[in-house]
């Protein structure tokens, strides 16, 4: 067999100096558009997101004639399209996580058995991914939303089966080098368990993978649960997610352009600052994904 | 070359396979059939008639069996929203709509895509280079109903130019046809850029450089050919992202093709259509992929005489 080199050294700059090409300008937009509205929506938001207020209906935006009342302007029944904005910000953060964290740990945990114990499971769960990968995602959001209804436990299901095979197969690759190094038959003859093994010594070594692979896909969760809400198989109203809002903009366009394009804006620049701070982890943690 | 073809087939059919039972297990979970198509006031009697007719005293293997056995048919029953109208009948009626859309967006990806990334890697940090790339972060940030809303608002609103929504002439597809393939166009310049890039850097340009060969043959016969496997293999993710985006433009666009038709019956708690619409897309989503795989083993010889 050909020897495996792990510590293969890859010429890497050091944190620090990695550092100075920071993404900070995306950072900052995720912030403002994103993470701050999430997590204090209360205090931020200026009205209340979900009660009708007839008399302010279809006010124009700031510098479109409104005022700073409404500075995004209002909809049709009169709420405020920035409350709404701000108070779905937490609707999207909490599917893609945890849409997100149930891809990573499933595919994570599949990828890691599979790669170590090989044989017929690996054939199998291999062969899950394939499968997975061929079946495009909104195959199964439909058909979920037409079985048991669209909820956000339906729109968690589909985020998660988009992306756990990703994770599955670049976590097994990474175990199949891992399983033959020298720090793995050592701990093996020190008397350490299987199970110790993948989960103390193997597991560490792929986190920065599951890491930064994570932060690549959260772009295409909030994309994915964006298109859902947008089609009405995502979280039901009235639950202001920002593909709704667009959604709800969508037969006003000719007239005040402002109910749909907004929210839009809001998904665009969280997406474009969460990819461009993607990139940077990748380049610094983990440049092999490049590829992936 | 059969082998790796009759290889790739088996496992979409296997893969499909998969998918009808998925599409039977989830109609197992959507409840009773009785509750949804017996009126509340159906006799015992009745019910008891309709369970036998229906198989549903069956095993459940050998419901999915029986499933299986009319969906190879291609029937699914007849619609529950559109009445008179075989599931699958329906649903092939609105097939040819959507296949002229995706055959214009996967035309305007390739117009489009293939020239900027071959130009992007040629010209490489060239002013050209840096709007592909710039084009490429911006075309995967946009969510693509969002674009398509933002189209009408331009073309259609303002200018005046297109139609806003609905089907009829050659002018109600561009709209639609951009907004599906704006994110393909960027995913695929990228692609063909990196592909490019790594090819002209190989030893047998060089050598072709020092043979004379005039740049522009050194791009598109030797380069190009060679790079020309990286975007192809793409294009089996392509086929999967069109038939995505066309569930969620015809809906922005009040396109009667079959996402559009997927919507309505999921809305309409129509059934019998939405399994109909899942096989329909899993089949040509699968037809495509093999395309793929045959024009693969055309481009690169390597697996023809393996």
């Not at chain 1, 992306?163 to 050592?186: G, K, P, S, T």
């Not at chain 2, 159906?42 to 007719?53: K, L, N, V």
Request: glycine share 8%.
């Amino acid at each position: 067999m050909a020897e495996v080199q792990i510590s293969a050294q890859r010429p890497r700059r050091s944190l620090w100096q990695r550092s100075r090409d920071f993404p900070i300008l995306p950072l900052a937009v995720l912030l403002i558009v994103f993470i701050i509205p999430a997590f204090f929506a209360h205090w931020i938001a200026l009205h209340d997101p979900y009660v009708p207020n007839l008399r302010a209906r279809l006010q124009p935006p700031i510098f479109f004639g409104g005022t700073w009342e409404y500075p995004l302007g209002t909809d049709r029944l009169g709420r405020d399209i920035y409350s709404r904005i701000v108070h779905g910000a937490w609707y999207v953060l909490a599917v893609s996580f945890i849409g997100i964290l149930v891809g990573v740990v499933v595919g994570t945990t599949l990828g890691l058995i599979a790669g170590y114990v090989r044989g017929w499971f690996d054939g199998f769960v291999m062969r899950l991914v394939d499968i997975s990968l061929a079946l495009p995602a909104m195959l199964l959001a439909l058909a979920l939303a037409a079985a048991m209804g669209a909820s956000f436990l339906s729109v968690v299901i589909v985020v998660g089966f988009a992306l756990w095979a990703y994770f599955a197969r670049q976590v097994r690759a990474e175990v199949l080098l891992l399983r033959n190094a020298d720090f793995v038959a050592r701990s093996r003859v020190a008397g350490s368990s299987h199970f110790r093994i993948l989960f103390r010594h193997i597991l560490p070594n792929v986190t920065n993978t599951i890491v930064v692979l994570a932060t690549l896909q959260v772009g295409i969760a909030i994309m994915l649960d964006a298109s859902l809400s947008f089609l009405g198989i995502g979280i039901p109203r009235p639950t202001p997610t920002w593909g709704l809002l667009v959604s709800d903009g969508r037969d006003f366009i000719a007239t005040d352009w402002w109910i749909a394009f907004f929210p839009g804006l809001a998904i665009m620049l969280t997406v474009l600052s969460v990819n461009m701070i993607g990139d940077w982890l990748r380049d610094t943690l983990d440049p092999r994904l490049r590829q992936v | 070359m059969l082998r790796y073809l009759l290889q790739r087939g088996a496992s979409s059919l296997f893969a499909l396979l998969i998918i009808t039972v998925i599409v039977f297990s989830l109609s197992q979970l959507s409840g009773s059939p009785v509750d949804a198509l017996l009126p509340d006031d159906a006799t015992q009697e009745q019910i008891d008639i309709f369970i036998r007719e229906w198989g549903l005293d069956q095993p459940l293997w050998k419901q999915y069996l029986t499933f299986l056995g009319n969906a190879v048919q291609g029937d699914f029953g007849v619609s529950l929203k559109w009445p008179g109208e075989s599931a699958m009948g329906f649903v092939l009626d609105r097939m040819p709509a959507t296949l002229r859309l995706g055959g214009l967006a996967i035309l305007i990806t390739l117009i489009i895509a293939l020239p900027l990334g071959i130009a992007a890697a040629v010209y490489k940090g060239s002013a050209i280079d840096r709007i592909a790339q710039g084009f490429a972060l911006l075309g995967q940030s946009m969510p693509n109903f969002w674009l398509g809303i933002v189209l009408i608002w331009i073309f259609s609103v303002w200018l005046g130019w297109l139609p806003t929504s609905g089907i009829g002439s050659f002018a109600h597809l561009i709209l639609p046809a951009i907004a599906i393939a704006w994110f393909q166009i960027s995913a695929l310049a990228r692609l063909t850029r990196s592909a490019m890039l790594e090819v002209l850097d190989a030893e047998y340009i060089k050598l072709a450089r020092v043979k004379g060969v005039s740049e522009w043959a050194v791009v598109f016969k030797h380069a190009l050919r060679n790079a020309a496997v990286v975007p192809l293999t793409y294009f089996g993710i392509l086929a999967a992202s069109i038939l995505t985006g066309s569930v969620v433009i015809e809906s922005v666009y009040s396109y009667p093709g079959m996402g559009w038709v997927a919507i309505e019956a999921i809305r309409g708690r129509d059934f019998p259509v939405v399994q109909a619409v899942i096989i329909a897309y899993a089949v040509i989503y699968m037809l495509s992929n093999l395309l793929v795989d045959l024009l693969y083993v055309i481009v690169n010889p390597r697996i023809k005489h393996g």
